[in-house]
């Protein structure tokens, strides 16, 4: 059966097929049928940064940049659910094809530019979901948006997410934003983490919560690149 669906999605441009498969899958959600395929559960417990994950095994930014999908998301058993890369406003990304399948290394390139329709829009639908999920929110910067300005990026999407977040996610490794990856390094990474760090305090003080930070870094750094 899965060759049969397989071969008929590959028709189709790898882009294409990941929205028809999420719109399917909240429809499934929506009409109760997830609850009926998908009833076991993985019950291994973990404690990260004070948040009790269900499981290790967690659903990383980019299927659902616009928390679309959080619901149906949410019964297939994730340990956490990560949305977005949202940024302040919306963005089309790169232009398509972008997202191109790799079939014999069962892979895919994802060019997809940091494609959103904003951070209100992402809000508006978390405050919309039923969120029984531990929940992420992964925020960037705009590609218009000068890197000197980036901080500025960063602590508009922080304060619009803060409140609806169990942690958040700070976004500084995509190669698809021209000069993101400068963050990762210097006195660039020293002053965002800074503002962040004393953002996170005030709101902290707003929400009576903590949320914790987390930073994505490039998965091809060295050791001493990470260190530094």
């Known amino acids: ?3 049969l669906i397989r071969k008929f999605l590959f028709l189709f441009d790898a ?8 719109n399917m899958l909240s429809f499934f959600s929506a009409a109760g049928l997830l609850k009926i395929f ?3 559960r993985v019950n291994s417990p973990r404690t990260v940064m004070g948040i009790e994950f269900p499981n290790a095994v967690g659903l990383a930014a980019g299927l659902d940049k616009n928390a679309v999908h959080i619901d149906a998301l949410s019964e ?47 809000v508006e639908n978390v405050k919309h979901s039923r969120r029984s999920c531990v929940l992420g929110i992964n925020i960037g910067k705009n590609k218009d948006t000068p890197l000197e300005r980036a ?12 409140e609806f977040s169990d942690y958040i996610t700070i976004n500084i ?14 006195e660039g990474l020293s002053r965002l983490l800074l503002a962040l760090k004393q953002e996170q305090t005030r ?4 929400h009576k919560r903590y949320v914790p930070l987390v930073v994505k870094i490039a998965p091809d750094l060295d050791n001493d690149e990470i260190n530094d």
Not at 15 to 22: A, C, R
Not at 86 to 110: C, E, K, M, S, Y
Not at 151 to 162: G, N, T
């Open 151 to 162: 901080v500025d990026d960063y602590l508009l999407c922080m304060k619009q997410v803060y």
């Open 173 to 186: 490794s995509s190669p698809n934003t021209p000069g993101l990856r400068d963050l990762q390094h210097g």
């Open 15 to 22: 882009e294409t097929v990941h929205v028809f498969s999420l």
């Open 38 to 40: 998908l009833k076991k």
């Open 76 to 122: 297939c058993g994730f340990g956490f659910i990560e949305v977005g890369t949202v940024t302040p406003v919306a963005q089309p990304g790169n232009d398509r094809p972008r997202l191109f399948r790799l079939p014999h290394d069962r892979a895919i390139i994802n060019r997809m530019g940091f494609n959103n329709d904003g951070v209100e829009t992402l």
């Open 1 to 3: 059966m899965y060759s």
């Open 203 to 206: 709101l902290n003080d707003i």
